[in-house]
């Protein structure tokens, strides 16, 4: 068994109120890839980068056993996204998006990689996610991230794959623009009819809901005192997510929920540094005892 993961790879430019990093090491499939690469192997990555890509980044990918075979390295520049956090971090200005090498992205998925019974896409063009589908050979669960952009710009095309996922995993705001309905409850019945079996909506420091055909399920966020940078959280939560399930290989309703709780447990990771500073050097022992933080966070007994 095998884990694909398609997406951005970037250079990331991030101011918060505290601090500020120039081209760090950023893109949803770094973030997915690497928060999937504490729980099992293989994790396959497709992806592009320019000639400026700096190797010790290609080396801290490699050094977390992460497959580059699918990594192209084209003439020009590497994407680059520049983003600002306000003193309440949930809100985010996009400062630049430089979309470079990433403009022509076409995955090409190497031989070796389609057999990979899991895959993850990352967001990017609606398009190009059904491309990578097509290229499977018979995968067993998709999971599949999107935003506001593709939601508003491709949604023919997004509903077309949507048939195809077996789990969305969106945010609140998101939710109730792909559903157009304010009530998020309702929007996830309505994005499950869509064609997902199931959908997780991410709420930020809130939280997470799992929806399915049986229950809805809530794990919490990690109370944290200090969150220093929050980009890539919502891409390492389905890296977290996925490499879990990849791990167990137990698809259950029940294991779901369990992987959402260590999806939101390696976001937690996630923000306590800028980039990936926090999710180069974790172990799995480290991931599991914040999983049972988790655990107690909201766990509760009624007395007699
Ligand atoms: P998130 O904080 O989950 O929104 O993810 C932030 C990451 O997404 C950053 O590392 C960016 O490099 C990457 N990113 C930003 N805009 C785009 C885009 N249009 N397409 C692909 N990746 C992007």
């Known amino acids: 068994m095998a884990l694909l993961v398609v997406g951005s790879l970037a ?7 505290f ?8 893109g949803s499939a770094t973030y997915i890839s690497l928060a999937a690469s504490y729980f099992a192997g293989p994790v396959y990555l497709v992806g592009t980068v320019g000639e400026d890509f ?12 992460i497959d580059l075979e699918g990594l ?30 990433f403009e022509k992205f076409d995955p090409v998925i190497p031989d070796k990689f389609r057999k990979a019974q899991f895959v993850c896409l990352g967001n990017i063009d609606p398009v190009l996610q059904i491309k990578v589908l097509d290229q499977m050979e018979n995968p067993l669960f998709v999971v599949c991230d999107t935003m506001n952009y593709w939601i508003e710009g491709r949604k023919d095309e997004l509903l077309k794959l949507l048939k195809r996922v077996n789990v969305l995993i969106i945010n609140d705001s998101e939710a109730r623009l792909l559903a157009e309905e304010p009530n998020l409850i309702k929007a996830a019945r309505m994005i499950r009819e869509m064609g997902p079996e199931f959908l997780i909506i991410k ?49 259950s309703p029940e294991n779901m929920k369990c992987a959402v709780v260590y999806g939101s447990a390696m976001a937690s990771f996630c923000v306590e540094k800028f980039s990936v500073g926090a999710l180069e050097k974790l172990s799995y022992l480290r991931v599991q005892d914040r999983f049972r933080e988790f ?3 909201s766990r509760f007994d009624e007395k007699d």
């Open 11 to 17: 250079l990331d430019s991030v101011e918060t109120p």
């Open 19 to 26: 601090d500020k990093v120039e081209e760090a090491l950023g």
């Open 54 to 65: 700096p190797q010790r980044y290609v080396d801290l990918l490699s050094e977390h056993n």
């Open 72 to 101: 192209k390295v084209e003439p020009g520049k590497t994407f680059r996204w520049g983003g600002k956090y306000h003193y309440d971090l949930n809100v985010r200005d996009t400062l630049f998006t430089e979309l470079n090498v």
């Open 203 to 251: 709420k930020g420091e809130h939280g997470a809901l799992l929806f399915s055909a049986e229950t809805v399920f809530s794990a919490p966020a990690y109370p944290m005192e200090s969150i220093f940078d929050p980009t890539g959280a919502g891409d390492t939560f389905a890296g977290g997510f996925i490499g879990y399930l990849h791990k167990t290989q137990d698809l």
């Open 295 to 297: 655990q107690k966070l």
